[in-house]
């Protein structure tokens, strides 16, 4: 499939907080949820006519030829943390990226990962407590999103990290420096389709990988982000013409 790289989703990735505050306001839920994106503003028309959109339901994925290299990212990025009013978000604090993956012959750049409450993407219908999307941008301006389903339970890691120092409110603040390769899980094995970013305005140019084995993070961080963000999660979308592979 052909992506389509519009200058929206791009803004997305260079300066999402400037997006999400300049643009029309939108919510996960009443007058400004999800049904009424595309309503709000005409850049959002793809929210409610796109036919290729994200979050799905990963239950009957298909075995195909889905390679990926694994993920080479920075261990000891500084990292600063964004409050955009709708999720928190890490950023490398001097700019750049933290790493890089290949797809398909194309290497990517890691720009930002963030957290959504429940996951966004589900199994049988079945969420997760949270999800982490890793973002990463190629020279050309294509989009590949890592994503991971969070479970608590586990020990202190990055997530803490990030979560300590973002703002109650929105903002920035440093972070520090954390290890994100601590949130993917060792057995390799994923999830592939073609979508669209999860939020206004829903642009179809992304490359999804998500990870079948979900990863543990502490019950503190967890409770301490649904506090923060009680839902902020995007409905399910139907597959509709898609493939959606496994490797």
Known sequence: MKLAH????????LAPQALWAEGAHW????DAGPDAWAALDPANALCAKGAHQSPIDL??????????SAP???????????NNGHTVQAAP????????IEIAGKTYDLVQFHFHHPSEHAVDAAHTEMEVHFVHKAADGALAVIGVMLTGGGAVGPVDAVLAAAPIHEGEAPAGIADPSALLPAGGLFDRYEGSLTTPPCSEAVTWTVTTEKMAVSDEASAAFSAM????????QPLNDRELLIN
């Open 6 to 13: 519009s200058a929206a989703a791009l803004a997305f990735l």
């Open 27 to 30: 919510a996960y839920d009443g």
């Open 59 to 68: 239950s009957g994925a298909m075995h195909g030829d889905v390679a990926a």
């Open 72 to 82: 080479v990212w920075a261990s000891d990025t500084d990292w600063t943390a964004i």
């Open 93 to 100: 604090a001097h700019g750049g990226a933290a790493g890089q």
């Open 229 to 236: 963000f009680p839902n902020d999660a995007r409905p399910l």
